[in-house]
């Protein structure tokens, strides 16, 4: 079992910077798959960032290149999303996940792919 905790969440205004902290509990950190995403009232879950903590390989969605960043410190055993240039459309609920399993290529933005969530933290952009 993963048992994962996020924190950071808040109100900025557009153009400002967020982090966001996940915290993961009950497996080894270095073999799992953790990603970042996010939903928005009315809309489906997105895939934000991904980090296979083994690798420290990254992957973005499109509509996060070159402004948010997905690292780890694995001392901590945690999973930090800087968010930079925010803009309103980044407002949402954002949840850390993460998977123990190998996932086919293309599969790592796909919610379905994890089986861990945490309870989310609220992000709020204003323009």
């Known amino acids: 079992q993963v048992q994962l905790v996020e924190s950071g969440g808040g109100s900025v205004q557009a153009g400002g910077s967020l982090r966001l902290s996940c915290a993961a509990y009950g497996y080894t950190f270095s073999t799992i798959i953790m990603g970042w995403f996010r939903q928005a009232p009315g809309k489906e879950r997105e895939g934000v960032a991904v980090i296979w903590t083994g690798s420290l390989s990254t992957y973005y969605g499109d509509s996060v290149k070159g402004r948010f960043t997905i690292s780890e410190d694995a001392a901590k055993n945690t999973v930090y999303l800087q968010m930079n240039s925010l803009k309103p459309d980044d407002t949402g609920m954002y949840y850390c996940?993460?998977?123990?399993?190998?996932?086919?290529?293309?599969?790592?933005?796909?919610?379905?792919?994890?089986?861990?969530w945490g309870q989310g933290t609220q992000v709020n952009v204003s323009s």
């Open positions: 996940a993460a998977s123990t399993r190998s996932m086919g290529w293309g599969r790592q933005l796909a919610p379905a792919s994890y089986g861990y």
